[in-house]
């Protein structure tokens, strides 16, 4: 038999039930979304690479990804190499910044990539941080960008 004390508690006990599981579907679908947006940020990282032949287009883009960099990131540049553009991390949590790799293949050919990161844009268990939408969004405009001016430089 039920007490009258034991029907008002199973209430409260059934809706702390059903919001930790409302909780975990939460949970399960931020992630999918944060997988979803990281896959999104690869497959444009990817697309807005430039690839290039002849040393003058790789010189080329490589002058322009050095000019990118230097407009784009909020932090000045702190080391440039025949293979990386550095910029170094800017105080401000939730601003991207940029820099430049620049890799040549055996045959002479070579690939420009912009990388880019925000602080607080990863948790310390790498998953998203508490800046990762504004993060990501900065990110892949910065990278269709950085496609448009320096890889329609070819």
Known sequence: MFHGSSL??????????????????????????????????????EQAAVHCAAPVDCARAWSRARVFVQLHSPTRIARISDEAIETRMPHE???????????????GTATVRLKGMCRGMYSTNNGPGWLYRSCAAQLRDAQLEFAREVGGAQ
Do not use: I
């Open 8 to 45: 008002r508690r199973a209430p409260v006990w059934l809706a702390a039930l059903l919001a930790s599981l409302l909780a975990a579907c939460a949970t399960d679908a931020s992630r999918e979304a944060f997988r979803q947006t990281e896959t999104g940020l690869q497959a444009v990282r």
């Open 93 to 107: 949590f939730g601003v991207a910044y940029f820099w430049a790799v620049r890799e040549t293949a055996a045959d």
